[in-house]
């Protein structure tokens, strides 16, 4: 515990309590019948699958194994995803809403057979989850859910007093729903593939798809793997020249606390209906109860300062709950989709080879396990009720039309502020531990003057398309607006679509 003063640093309390194994980077070419690109929870759940069914299959990141979303998440497994269910039925009808409700929970119910199965100790727990309101305008909202879970028979109850503590005047519950620790879960299935000797590669990084037959995947540093299919499980599929995916999502940041509440907590897991956004729920934690508040979220590299959420965040904690010590922070990114439904399926319907499992919207829990049953489904041929609703080849004119166009014009408009926005800020007015834009001979720069005073310059221009990236105060990150890259204050890639680090313009002791 760190006393009840915030963390200096972003670490999320899954990668503290846990240590995951390591892997080599990809060093020669190889074969399989099946690539999985990207080793989150939807990559390794697709290849526990695949490896049961007797596929040779090699799986690999371009960073390190479950360090994106899958252990950056709240790990709640639940099909309530706020209010969805009412706008489901309104835009694809009783049938296909009921669907997603369904696959959702056969989701949750695999997460749950498999640990039993393997015995696994990840602290998975029932609890039962509410979507609550402290706003008299989203009263009627809640009760339009409410309608919609009793038109799809979806097992809901409409609470009008919350337990004592929590902060809410109505809310809708969906009990029997689950939490786990996402990386003591993912730990047990990666041994389990190492004891099938399933190759594991961390650092490499997927940078080109031979589209022949048999299908080729060319990595940053030179080496091919030769499979049959392959299965992109990242944020936006590596592969940009097929499916157009960064014109069809947006990245979405969130933040997170883990703290030592002062009050009782009652179980459950809450979120709101409303914005700003606030979840929480009880967690594990160096053998005692932690409470995670969560929320805050926003489009990558808009808004304010990202410091600010982490405050609003502690601020709600502390007036909530109380704050009896700090144990961690951290932030996340999530994708969401133009009708808020993943993609899963093939990259487009001319090539059903290559498939991509994206844009969960903050519900990867169970979306990345639907993720990773679609596609063995698909790669064995089998029929699965639930493929046409994730397919990234649907189209619902409304809204889906409007989001794509509202979300390509905010591309655009950021690309061209970005390149109008010159700082005056001067190099020398940096203090340590700081990151800023700046002039450097009259060019706009990015700079980080480190703990120990030596600064890190950057060129601006994100290395996908060209928009100039932003300081990211609470994570000492430069992200950028337009598609969600990120960066290391030194330059290095942390997420894509990006594969280029930023240009050095040079490093000064």
Do not use: M, V, W
């Given at each position: 515990m760190n006393g009840t003063s915030m963390p200096q640093s972003p670490e999320p309390l899954w990668r503290k309590t846990v240590t995951m194994p390591q892997f080599p980077s990809l060093t020669q070419d190889m074969e399989a019948d099946v690539a999985v690109v990207g080793a989150g929870m939807a990559g390794i759940v697709t290849t526990y699958l695949l490896a049961n069914e007797g596929y040779k299959t090699i799986l690999f990141d371009a960073g390190s194994i479950a360090n994106g979303t899958s252990g950056h998440t709240t790990a709640k497994i639940t099909a309530q995803h706020g209010l969805i269910y009412d706008e489901l039925i309104q835009h694809i009808g009783k049938e296909k809403?009921?669907?997603?409700?369904?696959?959702?929970?056969?989701?949750?119910?695999?997460?749950?057979?498999?640990?039993?199965?393997?015995?696994?100790?990840?602290?998975?727990?029932?609890?039962?989850?509410?979507?609550?309101t402290n706003s008299d305008a989203y009263i009627e909202k809640l009760e339009k859910e409410m309608q919609a879970y009793e038109t799809l028979g979806i097992p809901g109850e409409w609470i009008g007093s919350l337990p004592d503590g929590i902060p809410g005047k109505k809310a809708v519950k969906m009990a029997g729903q689950a939490q786990f620790h996402p990386l003591s879960y993912l730990k047990a299935l990666i041994e389990y593939l190492m004891d099938k000797n399933v190759p594991i590669f961390e650092q490499t990084t997927a940078k080109d798809i031979d589209f022949g037959s048999p299908l080729k995947i060319k990595t940053e540093k030179g080496h091919t793997m030769t499979c049959k299919y392959i299965c992109i499980c990242t944020h936006y599929p590596f592969y940009n020249a097929k499916g157009l995916y960064f014109s069809r999502m947006y990245p979405e940041r969130s933040y997170l606390l883990a703290v030592k509440p002062v009050k009782p907590f009652p179980g459950g897991m809450y979120i709101n209906a409303?914005?700003?956004?606030?979840?929480?729920?009880?967690?594990?934690?160096?053998?005692?109860?932690l409470l995670l508040v969560g929320g805050e979220n926003h489009k990558t590299g808009h808004g304010e300062p990202e410091i600010r959420h982490y405050e609003a965040l502690q601020q709600f904690a502390e007036e909530t709950f109380g704050i009896g010590a700090f144990c961690c922070r951290w932030s996340a990114q999530d994708m969401t989709t133009l009708d808020k439904i993943p993609y899963i399926g093939p990259i487009t319907k001319n090539e059903e080879r290559v498939m991509v499992a994206t844009g969960f919207r903050k519900w990867g829990m169970t979306g990345t396990h639907l993720a990773a049953m679609l596609m063995r489904d698909r790669i064995m041929q089998k029929e699965n009720s639930y493929a046409g609703i994730f397919s990234p080849q649907r189209f619902e004119a409304d809204p889906m039309v409007k989001k794509f166009i509202s979300a390509n014009v905010d591309v655009a408009g950021q690309l061209v502020k970005g390149k109008l926005d010159m700082r005056d800020q001067s190099l020398d007015a940096l203090k340590n531990d700081e990151g800023a834009v700046v002039r450097v001979n009259g060019k706009r720069a990015g700079a980080y003057k480190d703990q120990d005073g030596n600064i890190y310059l950057l060129d601006t221009t994100c290395t996908h398309m060209g928009c100039e990236v932003k300081w990211n105060l609470g994570d000492r990150t430069w992200d950028c607006p337009c598609h969600g890259s990120r960066f290391a204050c030194t330059g290095e890639v942390i997420e894509g679509p990006a594969k280029e680090p930023l240009k050095k313009i040079g490093y000064q002791d």
């Open positions: 809403a009921s669907l997603y409700y369904k696959a959702n929970e056969t989701a949750a119910s695999f997460i749950e057979q498999t640990i039993l199965k393997h015995g696994i100790r990840c602290d998975f727990s029932r609890q039962d989850a509410f979507l609550y409303e914005q700003p956004s606030r979840s929480f729920r009880e967690a594990e934690g160096a053998g005692e109860k």
